[in-house]
């Protein structure tokens, strides 16, 4: 065997273990930034989880005002239909009486009468539709994104 000088040694261990150091450095670096970027897709993935449930809870919360809006628009059609079936009876009653007195007014009142029943359903009706479309036009607006 050839005896290596030892001057040609330590060099050689000397470059060994600094490019053995230069490659754990830089892994460590590629690391970090590997690192990095991980965290930066999770922060931005964690902030379109937020914005979708925020999103979707306006949609929820539309939803639940629509419904609450529609139990109401309910309930005035329904007492619409109360008040004109209570016009019908008066109606009714005014015919009667009328009947009795002269058959010109009553011929008047009973025309009158129904003139008033058909105004009156259209307009519930209408009323009705406004309502619906109010409704739906307030929807929109709530689940509209902002």
Do not use: Y
């Amino acid at each position: 065997m050839i005896p290596i000088p030892t001057f040609l040694i330590v060099p050689a261990i000397a470059a060994s273990v600094g490019f053995g150091s230069a490659w754990q450095i830089q892994s460590w670096r590629i690391a970090a930034k590997d690192k990095d970027h991980v965290e930066q897709r999770l922060e931005v993935s964690q902030e379109s989880a937020r914005f979708n449930s925020a999103r979707q809870q306006s949609v929820i919360d539309a939803a639940n005002a629509r419904t609450a809006r529609e139990s109401v628009l309910r309930r005035d059609a329904t007492n619409a239909r109360v008040a004109l079936n209570g016009l019908r009876d008066s109606t009714a009653s005014a015919l009667l009486v009328a009947n009795t007195s002269l058959n010109t007014c009553t011929l008047t009142a009973a025309t009158l009468g129904e003139s008033v029943n058909v105004m009156a359903e259209a307009g519930a009706e209408l009323a009705a539709k406004t309502g619906r479309h109010i409704n739906d036009v307030e929807t929109l607006t709530a689940a509209w994104p902002k």
